[in-house]
């Protein structure tokens, strides 16, 4: 009974985590960019969500496209404003652009950040969830929510897959995260690339910050941990690996949850962390990295 | 190095000493209480730039240094009453500690890695804080039975002198040999260690270093403030200030992150009519400085004299 509420539960918790960290991954491994906003846009999206249906009284499907919008423009923002602008600049010598690309994101998710708490206030806002009620799983009460959260996570990724290994605009992805100068001697230019991947981690981080406001409910205060969590995810399975963190996503999740529900869930998070540490220590490159 | 005390930098480096020195003497209390902080704040981003600019690595974590010496500092005295002066000198060796074992994985891994490596230990004494509530006072905060003065312009005098030989000790360590080794090791470690230098050591001195003075600010801090807390000295939040304020004066300078961190705070009030604003207010102001003037505002100013 409690061993299948932590695997359905574990399993819904799993899947948002994957969803949010696979754009985060999949950004480091094409463009060695971390963006530290990942957090900000998430909540971003969830509240846009929130304030269509609330204050402009949309239905909830639109709410969760306008949320998933407002995501992909944060995205392109991010990209356009803050990382190109420092790789292309020449005052900044190449090692240290890595510093200043996460400063300037760092800044840029602050200031996301204070203008949705000094718009929308810090309180925490639940999107209203497209499914409702409740079903009884062989004897766990399951909110329907919970199931089709799990449902479009895995759907989502699912079509992530397709994307990347079926289709040429994929495949060139894939190539550029392996070889990027490669790519550009194929004639490929590279910085379409960039774009076409910072529009896919946009749609992902949308979709994962909409049904996060759906699901658990979101506030200005869960930018950091929500960066910090895809931050975790992302070392645990390897930078830049997506199966990896894909693996990681649901290892953090079902600890956390197991947490939870076996020993307080106010340690929730030290499990997860302790592991993180023990992988850095012993294996710095993550569990599926490359070096 | 001798170049140093005729150079322009040095007659405005003293100037401004001397000349913060007599501010207790006609300035009220609020600002000598809100410079203290600063003063303090900026021993932070000179030893983050220590380790940043000149040894080359990013650590993300410099709350993990400051943390583990605020809190040992306050742990010690709440507990076992311990003078003030023994209880800052043992925080800043459980800083050095503290420093050691983070070095550790830094000189096995580098780049993002090792970033990470410090933020995931930020985290986790963030949660050991917070489990651990019977020893550091968890989430409200730890209540510190002494402090080293109540008197506004001695505390000022203090942090400002401590500021000055921070500073001067930070400085002169990067601009002598063992800096320029430093810079070698942190730009090119495979050529620096083909000229027979020992990168592992230098990397460890230089974390020690930064660990510190990092672990003595965040000690003298807490003795300061009273108290200590995970929003004031461990949050990953004060810790990106840290490093905000580094890049913001100047990477590589040592001397302008002092100047960074003393802007952001003062700002941060002067900017307190603004309201919930005044945060986003002086991001966007570092998001421009980082974007237009990557040198900071000390290495745009030395450049132009350099250029002259």
């Known amino acids: ?291 | 190095m001798a170049g140093f005390f005729t150079s322009r930098l040095f007659f405005i480096s003293l100037a401004c000493v001397v000349i913060a020195a007599t501010l207790p003497l006609y300035v009220s209390g609020y600002i000598l209480g809100l410079l203290t902080v600063a003063f303090y704040f900026g021993v932070f981003a000179m030893a983050w730039d220590l380790l940043f600019g000149f040894a080359g690595e990013v650590n993300f974590g410099p709350t993990f240094l400051i943390g583990v010496g605020a809190y040992t500092a306050g742990i010690l005295n709440a507990q076992f009453g311990w003078s003030v002066y023994l209880c800052i000198v043992l925080g800043a060796l459980a800083s050095v500690v503290a420093g050691f074992v983070l070095a550790l994985p830094a000189l096995r891994v580098r780049g993002p890695y090792f970033g990470l490596t410090t933020l995931v230990a930020v985290l986790m004494l963030q949660n050991f804080i917070v489990v651990f509530a019977d020893l550091t006072g968890g989430e409200i905060g730890l209540t510190i039975p002494d402090v080293i003065t109540i008197n506004a312009g001695a505390n000022y005098w203090i942090a400002l002198g401590f500021m000055t030989i921070s500073a001067a000790i930070l400085y002169g360590l990067s601009q002598s040999p063992v800096g320029l080794v430093l810079q070698a090791s942190g730009q090119d470690p495979v050529q620096a260690g083909a000229l027979g230098f020992n990168i592992v050591k230098h990397k460890l001195a230089a974390f020690i270093v930064s660990a510190f003075f990092s672990g003595l600010s965040g000690a003298l801090l807490v003795f300061y403030f009273g108290t200590a807390s995970v929003g004031t000295v461990v949050d990953v939040a004060v810790g990106v200030n840290v490093i905000v304020a580094a890049v913001l004066g100047g990477r590589r300078t040592v001397l302008g992150a002092a100047l960074g961190a003393i802007f952001l705070i003062v700002a941060g009030e002067f900017l307190r009519p603004t309201g919930e604003l005044a945060t986003f207010i002086v991001s966007a102001v570092a998001l421009l400085v980082v974007l237009f003037f990557p040198g900071g505002f000390l290495g745009a100013a030395l450049s132009r004299e350099a250029r002259s």
Not at chain 1, 140 to 159: K, M, S
Not at chain 1, 173 to 186: D, E, I
Not at chain 1, 208 to 236: D, E, K, Q, R
């Open chain 1, 1 to 291: 009974m409690l061993a299948l509420q932590i695997l359905i539960d574990g399993f819904a918790i799993s899947a948002l985590y994957a969803l949010g960290a696979t754009g985060f991954t999949l950004i480091f491994g094409v463009s060695g960019v971390l963006n530290l906003s990942h957090g900000a846009i998430m909540v971003a999206a969830a509240v846009a969500a929130w304030a269509a249906a609330s204050v402009l009284h949309l239905d909830t499907y639109s709410g969760a496209l306008v949320g998933v919008a407002v995501a992909l423009i944060m995205a392109f923002a991010t990209y356009f404003a803050v990382v190109k602008p420092i790789q292309n600049s020449r005052r900044i010598p190449n090692e240290e652009k890595e510093i200043f690309v996460l400063t300037g994101t760092l800044l840029w998710g602050i200031m996301i950040q204070e203008l949705i708490a000094y718009f929308f206030t810090n309180n925490a806002k639940t999107v209203l969830p497209i499914v409702e009620g409740v079903v009884n799983i062989v004897g766990v009460r399951t909110p329907r929510n919970e199931i089709f959260t799990a449902i479009v996570c895995c759907l989502v990724i699912g079509l992530l897959w397709l994307l990347v290994n079926r289709t040429r605009t994929g495949k060139a992805v894939l190539a550029a995260s392996m070889n990027p100068r490669g790519v550009t001697l194929l004639g490929l230019e590279l910085n379409r690339i960039y774009v076409v991947v910072w529009g896919i981690y946009g749609t992902l981080a949308g979709i994962a910050g909409v049904l996060l406001g759906m699901f658990l409910g979101v506030s200005s205060y869960s930018v950091g941990p929500l960066t910090a969590s895809a931050f975790s995810i992302v070392v645990l399975g390897g930078l830049g690996s997506v199966s990896g963190s894909l693996i990681a996503a649901f290892v953090v999740g079902y600890l956390e949850t197991l947490t939870a529900y076996l020993v307080s869930p106010a340690y929730r998070t030290i499990p997860a962390l302790l592991l993180l540490v023990i992988v850095m220590y012993i294996r710095p490159q993550g569990l599926l990295g490359r070096r």
